[in-house]
């Protein structure tokens, strides 16, 4: 299409940029060379520039799956608003949408096809792609498909497949977060042929990170906020406590919201809107909130509860400071919090007999016969669905998301973000029907000057805009495009608040389900390391914490970040590191032979300057690494 113009070019014309962000050149031109790429940056380092620059400088169409629908459509929406032709298929679409976009994707001039995982299993995905003239296949969240990773899904080890389809394709894999044992799985079950790996550092030198032991959570971090000047989020993993304290704040006069998948989109569009704007600067929230979000200037990013893992961790803090200027990421904790996601660990993963009990009752309270539903989106509320078959509500959410997991289905939040409106007839064909019916010409009119792409594609509208826009109300608005439909002018998909539910298999009989107990297993031990992992993280009080995290993901380096709260107490000792370790290996090997006063402790050490000795048994003292005995004789705290 552009392959006239340069990266840097089409940087330039799109996107209104005049550079790369660093590494985003290198991974763009081993792409160009037809290169399979694994690109690791971090959240904020510009994943979907690494694809998308490279696919408008190539003639045909880049094939991208994710796996979040809001994401999806967010990218395909800013894609659109530069003038460049995208796309999305994904789970809970009508079929005539489905066939609508992937005939613009084979005849069209189409640049971008999002895919859903899920969708690119179909038998209809395949075909149709096969006609496709594809350049570049990108995989988003890439670490979905490794089965080491902490966000796995099975359908992305489909992804392979469209190799088979497009062989000489080249594949880039994004990701903000992977271990080295990650990465090397994503390249296999991606069968890379010349792999190159692209990796930033995963160290956030303006980012502090900052862990307290705190009872009182709420005073602790309404003290962060009234500090730290700026916007940021707070995190929570319940929808009642995003509420409760967005109440908390705005009582104490900070402007919040509060944000959580359970919310109306409508609600949730303006309330990221205000927050994105400034007119809020705190957005408490549960991870839903996030994902693929473009503002630079978050200062802080409190994590009022403990997340998962280290990357969920890595990645929702991450959001602060992508201007590169000063910002923290603060997580507050109390033992309780440990032991209850030590009890959750043991309730995600139910038996296997459980699980297969609860895709019954799905399939009987859905009214799915055995053989069919697949493919098919459903209303579901969970709620209800509980109550209905007298169900514990926590247990059957770990069984439905064991059932996404093993490829039965799909779940979640409402798909369809909007409804939908696509023109059917040509021009001709509207404008004689606006001549018979002239009761209908101000209205089809009115559809033609607000929206465009309607002849060419499904195109979101808000039925309230358009009942402003004719002095009609919005019921008859909807009536209106019902009987357009009826008579084949255009295909209208209302939309739906509800939460959905796909079938991405036939519903099976009883007897046909297969729930691995290897898998569960599996699965289970890997969960347990990342907790384990995430406690070691903020109960160890003597190490530099970006240094802990960037162990964690592979990365090795001697220096101290200066910056986190480990590293601002040490630095307050004046002491080099060997000096520091030295004395602090002397003061304990010490005491964990025999507790000891303090004068008789400085005397053990032997060391030179009393008063370094003396620094750092303060030090300890204050991170709770010794303490004082009953007879006021220092012992090590383990």
């Known amino acids: 299409m552009n392959e006239q113009m340069n990266s840097r070019q089409i940087l330039q014309q799109y996107w209104g940029y005049h550079q790369f962000r660093p590494m985003q050149d290198e991974i763009i031109d081993a792409v160009l060379r037809s290169e399979d790429v694994l690109a690791l940056l971090p959240t904020g380092g510009g994943k979907s520039i690494c694809f998308q620059v490279p696919a408008m400088m190539k003639e045909g169409i880049c094939i991208v799956i994710s796996p979040l629908i809001a994401l999806m459509k967010d990218q395909v929406e800013n894609l659109r608003k530069r003038g460049i032709r995208a796309t999305a298929i994904y789970s809970g679409m009508r079929a005539d949408e489905t066939d609508v976009a992937f005939d613009n994707c084979i005849h069209g001039n189409?640049?971008?096809?999002?895919?859903?995982?899920?969708?690119?299993?179909?038998?209809?995905?395949?075909?149709?792609?096969?006609?496709?003239?594809?350049?570049?296949?990108?995989?988003?969240?890439?670490?979905?498909?490794?089965?080491?990773?902490?966000?796995?899904?099975?359908?992305?080890?489909?992804?392979?497949?469209?190799?088979?389809?497009?062989?000489?394709?080249?594949?880039?894999?994004?990701?903000?977060?992977?271990?080295?044992?990650?990465?090397q799985d994503i390249m296999e079950k991606l069968q890379?042929?010349?792999?190159?790996?692209?990796?930033?550092?995963?160290?956030?030198?303006?980012?502090?990170?900052?862990?307290?032991?705190?009872?009182?959570?709420?005073?602790?971090?309404?003290?962060?906020?009234?500090?730290v000047d700026g916007c940021g989020i707070v995190y929570v993993r319940s929808r009642r406590k995003t509420k409760e304290i967005a109440e908390f704040l705005e009582y104490h006069q900070v402007p919040a919201h509060f944000y959580h998948a359970g919310l109306e989109q409508q609600v949730r569009n303006k309330r990221q809107d205000e927050w994105l704007h400034g007119k809020v600067r705190a957005m408490v929230a549960t991870n839903a909130f996030?994902?693929?979000?473009?503002?630079?200037?978050?200062?802080?990013?409190?994590?009022?509860?403990?997340?998962?893992?280290?990357?969920?961790?890595?990645?929702?803090?991450?959001?602060?400071?992508?201007?590169?200027?000063?910002a923290y990421a603060v997580l507050l904790y109390q033992q309780p919090d440990i032991d209850r996601m030590e009890s959750q660990?043991?309730?995600?993963?139910?038996?296997?007999?459980?699980?297969?009990?609860?895709?019954?009752?799905?399939?009987?309270?859905?009214?799915?016969?055995?053989?069919?539903?697949?493919?098919?989106?459903?209303?579901?509320?969970?709620?209800?669905?509980?109550?209905?078959?007298?169900?514990?509500?926590?247990?059957?959410?770990?069984?439905?998301?064991?059932?996404?997991?093993?490829?039965?289905?799909?779940?979640?939040?409402?798909?369809?973000?909007?409804?939908?409106?696509?023109?059917?007839?040509?021009?001709?064909?509207?404008?004689?029907?606006?001549?018979?019916?002239?009761?209908?010409?101000?209205?089809?009119?009115?559809?033609?000057?607000?929206?465009?792409?309607?002849?060419?594609?499904?195109?979101?509208?808000?039925?309230?805009?358009?009942?402003?826009?004719?002095?009609?109300?919005p019921d008859n608005v909807v009536r209106?495009?019902?009987?357009?439909?009826?008579?084949?002018?255009?295909?209208?998909?209302?939309?739906?608040?509800?939460?959905?539910?796909?079938f991405m298999q036939p519903r099976q009989a009883a007897g046909e389900i297969r729930i691995s107990k290897k898998n569960l297993d599996e699965r289970k031990k890997r969960a347990a390391s990342k907790?384990?992992?995430?406690?070691?993280?903020?109960?160890?009080?003597?190490?530099?914490?970006?240094?802990?995290?960037?162990?964690?993901?592979?990365?090795k380096t001697m220096h101290r970040c200066g910056v986190c709260d480990y590293c601002r107490n040490r630095n307050k000792l004046d002491l080099n590191e060997i000096e520091f370790k030295g004395i602090r290996d002397k003061i304990k090997m010490a005491v964990l032979k025999k507790h000891l006063p303090l004068s008789e402790l400085v005397t053990a050490v032997h060391v030179p300057d009393d008063d370094k000795a003396l620094k750092i048994i303060q030090w300890l003292l204050d991170n709770e690494q010794l303490r004082y005995t009953r007879e006021n004789e220092l012992e090590w705290v383990e």
């Open 110 to 183: 189409m640049k971008f096809l999002y895919l859903s995982p899920e969708r690119l299993v179909t038998d209809l995905a395949r075909t149709r792609i096969s006609l496709m003239n594809v350049n570049l296949i990108a995989v988003d969240e890439a670490h979905c498909i490794s089965q080491w990773g902490y966000d796995f899904r099975p359908p992305y080890l489909q992804i392979a497949e469209l190799r088979k389809l497009h062989p000489q394709v080249p594949v880039v894999a994004l990701t903000a977060s992977a271990t080295k044992e990650v990465q």
């Open 192 to 227: 890379f042929r010349n792999p190159g790996l692209f990796q930033k550092s995963f160290e956030r030198k303006n980012l502090s990170y900052v862990v307290f032991y705190e009872e009182d959570k709420f005073t602790r971090m309404l003290n962060v906020i009234r500090k």
């Open 290 to 326: 996030g994902m693929g979000i473009d503002k630079p200037d978050v200062r802080w990013v409190i994590h009022f509860d403990v997340p998962e893992s280290p990357e969920n961790y890595y990645q929702e803090a991450g959001r602060a400071g992508r201007d590169e200027k000063t």
């Open 345 to 473: 660990l043991k309730l995600s993963f139910p038996p296997a007999e459980e699980i297969k009990d609860v895709y019954q009752a799905i399939a009987n309270y859905l009214q799915v016969a055995v053989g069919s539903g697949l493919g098919m989106s459903y209303d579901f509320n969970m709620q209800v669905f509980c109550e209905t078959f007298k169900l514990e509500p926590v247990s059957t959410y770990n069984c439905i998301r064991i059932l996404e997991m093993e490829g039965y289905l799909v779940a979640g939040e409402s798909f369809a973000n909007a409804s939908r409106l696509h023109i059917t007839v040509n021009g001709n064909d509207l404008y004689n029907f606006q001549v018979q019916q002239a009761g209908y010409d101000h209205f089809i009119k009115v559809l033609l000057r607000s929206y465009e792409g309607l002849f060419d594609d499904f195109v979101s509208i808000n039925e309230n805009d358009i009942a402003k826009r004719t002095g009609m109300t």
């Open 480 to 502: 209106s495009l019902k009987y357009l439909e009826k008579v084949n002018i255009l295909q209208y998909v209302p939309k739906k608040e509800s939460p959905q539910l796909v």
């Open 531 to 555: 907790l384990k992992a995430i406690v070691h993280y903020i109960t160890e009080k003597d190490a530099c914490r970006s240094q802990m995290l960037l162990r964690y993901f592979g990365e």
